[in-house]
């Protein structure tokens, strides 16, 4: 990125914004704090929320979800927010999960001044979406779309307001954009007419360009929390991005062998049988170990892995990577890169270590983690990734949309990215990729950085990460590259810069846990990196 674009997004600093994140109120000092208002409804409480008819509860549904159980209720409604509230987006899952007749209806809804006078976007039992507005009795349509809807799926809704004009997305499909003045301010809410439903993850973003939604508790610290002597178990769970489209299994159900050399190494791993290959000691290499398809590779201990060269899995499917030390990759050696997936699908990476140096320049070694040309279904979970400029790349050219559009499907949670300038990671073209529960340490002066960029039509959810010491969490466009969408919720900053957003990002389709951010620190400290699991 030029200087100049840092400097523009720096200038707009200062102020007051305050933030609620699911009934917690917190002042923070960014004028940038786009996000006022959060509730994942993890806690269980529904603090901040009052109810008007209906039956309200908590329920579980992959998590934590806020559910309205009566649908032979008129109409039942859950507000939250400040009635002075004008200009403004809310988004939410919501699931409708019966509806009474074609007239039911589950919806989200916006500048509520009233009981019964808002805006709103309506899931119907005559499948299809609408925007409206609700005035006493009178409802009329803004804007519609066709759409089938299940009772078994989350949708992801989104109402824009700014002055006049109301549009509505579903998973980031305009339903309409129109021009109505009838009601300039309100609050938020969830609603239902004859039916039943259940909302989650309920973000309300200001338009200031970026936020946070909670305030650090504790003083900055110089350097990184060390593991504590007794370490929680760690979770060997697949989760994310790797579990859909068939899942990922590698090398299960196939032979397992141990090899002691780089070229038992090799030859195990291009032969084209399914198998586990445990790796026993680290090996100086030059050139990349090529990686066929139905492949389970782990190190036995924490030490295990190559150093000099990486592992190249290049149009395959089915590889689990695990336990794992990959060092100093120089730049032009093989294909570069600790690790690329060039091309593969399903792909799970989990509780390796990936590590260079930054001492000598932004090209010397190659990339730690990169992933493209339309490679999918991923999953990087429990990795330390450090001391390196360039960490982890989602997409490597501008110029390749028609080939990544709908691909690059990525999640990354619990991985520890300590001492990384850039790239942690840099998405183009995908969405939706999932950041979550990771933590960010920088305790470097670099003279550029920043941990997650989305660029180029990108939609990156970010979520629950605890950024220490990064001056840049997020931001959008990189480079010559133009700026992508990002929704940020729940994330904890200590002593670091703003979280930018802008956009709507696809809904997530698979179910997760998602810890405290403010427990990140500690739980990915513990149990990110090698030795951590069984080889």
């Not at 009838?182 to 809410?189: D, F, K, P, Q, V």
């Not at 450090?386 to 709908?406: A, F, P, R, W």
């Not at 670091?496 to 956009?503: A, K, M, N």
Request: glycine share 12%; with cysteine; charged share 15%.
């Amino acid at each position: 990125m030029a200087p100049a674009k840092r400097l523009r997004r720096l200038a707009l600093a200062g102020g007051l914004a305050t933030v609620v994140a699911a009934g917690l109120f917190v002042t923070v000092t960014n004028a940038e704090a786009a996000t006022v208002f959060s509730a994942d409804f993890e806690s269980g409480s529904t603090s901040g929320w009052s109810k008007s008819g209906g039956t309200w509860s908590i329920v579980t549904d992959g998590s934590q979800v806020f559910q309205q159980s009566d649908s032979g209720s008129e109409r039942a409604r859950e507000f939250a927010g400040d009635t002075s509230w004008t200009n403004y987006s809310v988004q939410a899952r919501v699931k409708a999960t019966s509806f009474a007749s074609t007239a039911g209806v589950v919806a989200l809804t916006a500048r509520a001044s009233g009981s019964t006078k808002m805006y709103r976007l309506s899931l119907t039992g005559g499948n299809k979406v609408q925007l409206e507005t609700m005035n006493g009795s009178s409802i009329t349509v803004l804007g519609s779309l066709s759409q089938t809807i299940s009772t078994s799926t989350f949708y992801t809704l989104k109402l824009t307001l700014n002055g006049s004009t109301i549009s509505g997305t579903i998973n980031g499909t305009s339903v309409g954009s129109a021009t109505d003045t009838t009601i300039s301010a309100g609050r938020i809410g969830l609603l239902t007419e004859h039916a039943a439903g259940r909302f989650d993850d309920v973000v309300v973003d200001n338009g200031g360009g970026g936020g946070t939604t909670s305030s650090p508790t504790t003083s900055p610290t110089t350097s990184p929390t060390t593991s504590p002597t007794s370490n929680p178990p760690a979770d060997n769970s697949l989760v994310g991005w790797a579990t859909q489209g068939g899942g990922t299994t590698g090398g299960a159900g196939g032979s397992t062998v141990t090899v002691t050399s780089l070229a038992d190494l090799t030859t195990q791993a291009k032969a084209t049988t399914t198998q586990t290959i445990r790796v026993s000691g680290n090996f100086s290499c030059s050139d990349d170990v090529r990686v066929a398809a139905n492949k389970t590779i782990i190190g036995v201990g924490s030490g295990s892995g190559l150093t000099g060269c990486g592992l190249n899995m290049k149009d395959v499917n089915n590889v689990i990577v695990r336990n794992l030390q990959i060092s100093k990759v120089l730049a032009g050696n093989g294909n570069g890169d600790a690790i690329h997936v060039d091309g593969g699908t399903h792909i799970w990476i989990d509780h390796n270590d990936l590590s260079s140096d930054t001492s000598h320049g932004t090209d010397y070694y190659d990339g730690l983690l990169d992933l493209t040309h339309a490679a999918d279904y991923i999953t990087v979970s429990w990795n330390r990734i450090h001391d390196h400029i360039k960490c982890s790349l989602v997409g490597h050219s501008d110029s390749n949309s028609s080939e990544d559009t709908g691909h690059l499907r990525v999640t990354y949670h619990h991985n520890a990215f300590i001492n990384c300038a850039e790239r942690n990671p840099r998405v183009r073209f995908a969405n939706p990729v999932h950041v979550y529960n990771n933590y960010y340490y920088n305790g470097q002066t670099f003279d550029y950085s920043y941990a997650i960029a989305s660029t180029e039509n990108a939609g990156i959810l970010v979520e629950s990460n605890y950024f220490e010491n990064i001056t840049d969490p997020v931001h959008l466009g990189e480079g010559d590259s133009s700026a992508g969408s990002v929704v940020a919720r729940n994330n904890y900053l200590v002593n670091s810069g703003t979280v930018l957003t802008s956009g709507s990002v696809a809904a997530i389709p698979y179910s997760y846990t998602v810890d405290t951010a403010a427990s990140v620190k500690s739980i990915v400290t513990a149990g990110a990196g090698t030795g951590k699991i069984t080889g």
